[in-house]
């Protein structure tokens, strides 16, 4: 491809980007493709000649679209979102022509200094103690991974990067509403799952902080290190909310690192009266959220801010020669404030989404979802043969149907997923569920970028007739 097709394919591409946006609606939400389906139509062995764009666009329309579970869809209400964006697109397009690797400052600086001013501005806006240095990782996973390797070195003076493991004494604990991450931390970082232990919890879901305590005293006398406690402000269940503050005053006493996972809710903090839900923070090590989830900016962007970035660092660094460079006393490596080496440049979606939405346009938006979460909420609270999970959260609302006739928990578990295939299965709407002591429950949160409230109405007029069928 030369120059000139390029010009020529990447405007009707964008065309192709604007009506496929524009027409959305249209398509099912979930994809309906059976498996299998979609590597059938695929051929078996690559071209060995020069294929036209035309003829790819071609079977991206018919191949790979019916494929596709349009998470961009105003009528998208499963698991949480993953938000694009318009300027968010644009900067992914931007990204991808410049094809810089940013694994050091030298290797573009803008990038580095793009993802410092990003970093200190998300802090402003969510209310995260200046203090706090800013790092973009791919995501929250690889941030609770990073906070717990930090927090294994930090106990272990650095020991266990320099000559692994002699014995393994480390415990770390999270409630037993804690994101699945947190066990694969502890299995990656060779903690060991046996020594994860998951704290119980309230009728809210969220951690007891006197059980926390107790646990780490007993583990004391028995000789192990409590190293670190991952807390969660919005879990991936409920939304339910560890309360920060007395589970940093425990963690400062004993000397654990506080990690705080708002991967989801997080983005509600540009929203001042929301930020009571981290107080405390200035008192734990490390903190992440998801712009790639509620704050619009494409997949990957999760933000992850540590208070101790010496400690980051000499967890993280290494120093061959041939990446030695003569910037590197007076700058930001970000290789080193991570695992991997090679780096894209995700700042940049991430500071077009800020200034073409503006903090305002973000926190309306967010505003606005909570808002018609509650009032869908308040809805379901009254409706007959509907039963509300309660508290409700930011603009995460679940439920079930409960049937009068039917009381066994089984066949009403089995009952709402069949209810929520469905709804799934329609193509109008896309929900997910979760479990609460043993029940299900279908989840249904409003966060993406185009929804507006008619969509949830919508929805739940859809709902309220497919729940016929049960009631
Ligand atoms: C979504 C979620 C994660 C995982 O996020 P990834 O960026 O996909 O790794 C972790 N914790 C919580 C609470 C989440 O909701």
Redesign the pocket.
């Known amino acids: 491809m030369d120059n000139q097709e390029f010009r020529k394919q990447a405007h009707k591409i964008a065309d192709w980007m604007a009506d496929f946006i524009e027409s959305i609606e249209e398509r099912p939400v979930k994809s309906l493709v059976q498996p299998g389906e979609i590597f059938r139509e695929l051929p078996d062995s690559p071209p060995p000649k020069s294929e036209n764009i035309e003829a790819v666009m071609d079977d991206v329309n018919r191949i790979i679209l019916p494929g596709i579970t349009n998470w961009q869809s105003p009528n998208f209400f499963a698991y949480?979102p993953a938000n694009s964006s318009y300027p968010s697109i644009l900067a992914e397009m931007v990204t991808a022509t410049l094809g810089a690797q940013c694994m050091v400052w030298e290797t573009s600086p803008a990038a580095a200094e793009l993802e410092e001013t990003t970093m200190n501005w998300l802090k402003e806006m969510t209310g995260i103690p200046q203090g706090f240095g800013g790092v973009i990782q791919?995501?929250?996973?690889?941030s609770?991974l990073v906070a717990v390797l930090s927090a294994r070195e930090r106990k272990s003076q650095f020991s266990i990067n320099d000559k692994g493991f002699i014995s393994n004494v480390f415990r770390v604990y999270c409630s037993s509403e804690?994101?699945s991450?947190v066990e694969k931390a502890v299995k990656i970082a060779g903690i060991g799952r046996s020594n994860l232990r998951k704290i119980e919890v309230d009728h809210q879901l969220a951690m007891d902080p006197d059980k926390l305590e107790a646990a780490i005293l007993r583990d004391i006398k028995d000789g192990f290190l409590p190293t670190c406690v991952v807390a969660?402000v919005?879990?991936?269940g409920t939304v339910a909310m560890d309360p920060v503050t007395p589970i940093a005053r425990i963690c400062k006493k004993y000397g654990i690192w506080l990690h705080i996972?708002?991967?989801?809710a997080g983005s509600a903090m540009v929203l001042p009266e929301y930020r009571y839900l981290i107080a405390g923070i200035e008192d734990a090590d490390s903190y992440v959220f998801?712009p790639?989830?509620w704050m619009f900016t494409n997949f990957?962007c999760?933000a992850y801010f540590v208070k101790d970035t010496e400690t980051l660092i000499r967890t993280f660094e290494i120093l061959p020669e041939y990446l030695k460079t003569r910037a590197d006393s007076q700058v930001n490596n970000y290789r080193d404030w991570g695992i991997q080496l090679g780096r894209r440049f995700r700042a940049l979606k991430l500071w077009f989404v800020i200034r073409e939405m503006g903090v305002e346009g973000i926190r309306e938006k967010i505003a606005n979802h909570i808002s018609w979460a509650r009032e869908l909420a308040s809805q379901i609270r009254v409706e007959p043969g509907f039963k509300l999970f309660e508290p409700q959260n930011l603009a995460l609302v679940c439920f079930a149907i409960v049937p009068d006739k039917v009381k066994d928990v089984e066949e009403l578990n089995r009952l709402n997923l069949d209810f929520l295939h469905s709804l799934n299965s329609s193509g109008k709407v896309y929900l997910s569920h979760t479990k609460v002591g043993g029940a299900v429950y279908l989840r249904m949160q409003i966060g993406q970028t185009n929804v507006e409230r008619k969509h949830v109405q919508n929805a739940w007029a859809f709902i309220k007739t497919e729940s016929l069928k049960y009631l």
């Open positions: 949480f791919d995501s929250a996973s690889t609770t804690a994101h991450s969660a919005g879990t991936t996972d708002a991967a989801y998801n790639h989830k990957d999760s």
